[in-house]
């Protein structure tokens, strides 16, 4: 029996029906759509990893904890570097399962999943994404922010010198700021001159860390007011430069007059 006559056969004996066309493009697209799911996924990733590292209190870990090596190991993201490598994993699995998946090494294929998550997670570090969402998840997740995102509850303990909020009322002249905490209560902070930035109003509406000592019911003397994170310090110097530059095109018309 030649080979065509033995797979006749074959199909015959078990029962084997030509599989249609709509079926084969709906598997091949669903693959390319679960790869780019997972791409996307591990992008979000990335870029919440980022943010936890870049964004870790390396400037006031020694008011946190005592020894830096304990600092890096209780702060490290975990969570979100298995979860990386893990999407990483599935985008390469699902990827290699594409009609022309097999054609390419593994190293092409963590090139263009390590190179478009950087790229997309980049994107979704500078616009901020990845910053609300970690605090989006630490509000609405239960177990994140005790588990994942840890950095919110080490700045909600007042009894320990450490606080934070959004600003909500910047009073100057009677060396007090008001900001609301993350459970939505709303906090009396004493400062000084030396305690505040050098533009105290850029402060408003954005969200501060503060190291003090908590001197009341809701009441709290700062030693320390620093941003939340780096894209809000680079936010303050720029509107500070900027008005900066606006007061002094003013003075000069004002000198020309």
Avoid at 120 to 130: C, D, H, K, N, R
Wanted: aromatic letters at 10%.
């Amino acid at each position: 029996m030649d080979i065509a006559n033995k797979i006749l056969d074959t199909i015959e004996k078990e029962h084997i029906t030509p599989v249609p066309k709509w079926k084969c493009m709906v598997h091949s697209y669903g693959i390319w759509v679960m790869a780019g799911v997972f791409l996307i996924l591990s992008s979000f990733a990335a870029a919440i990893l980022v943010e936890m590292i870049v964004d870790n209190d390396w400037d006031v870990y020694s008011d946190i904890n005592g020894s830096f090596i304990s600092f890096v190991i209780e702060t490290l993201p975990y969570v979100w570097f298995i979860s990386l490598v893990v999407l990483y994993l599935l985008f390469r699995y699902t990827f290699r399962h594409t009609k022309q998946g097999y054609r390419y090494t593994w190293f092409i294929v963590a090139a263009v999943a390590v190179g478009g998550s950087i790229m997309v997670g980049s994107l979704l570090y500078v616009t901020g994404v990845s910053s609300e969402a970690n605090m989006a998840l630490s509000h609405h997740v239960p177990g994140y922010k005790d588990v994942v995102y840890k950095r919110v509850g080490r700045w909600q303990k007042p009894t320990k010198g450490r606080l934070s909020g959004v600003v909500s009322l910047v009073e100057e002249e009677k060396n007090i700021i008001k900001i609301i905490d993350t459970g939505r209560g709303e906090w009396v902070i004493i400062v000084t001159s030396s305690t505040l930035p050098q533009n105290t109003r850029m402060l408003s509406e954005k969200r501060v860390r503060i190291i003090g000592v908590q001197t009341g019911d809701k009441v709290f003397t700062a030693n320390k007011i620093l941003p939340w994170g780096v894209r809000d310090k680079r936010k303050i110097m720029a509107e500070t430069k900027s008005e900066r530059k606006i007061n002094e095109v003013r003075n000069i018309k004002q000198r020309a007059r």
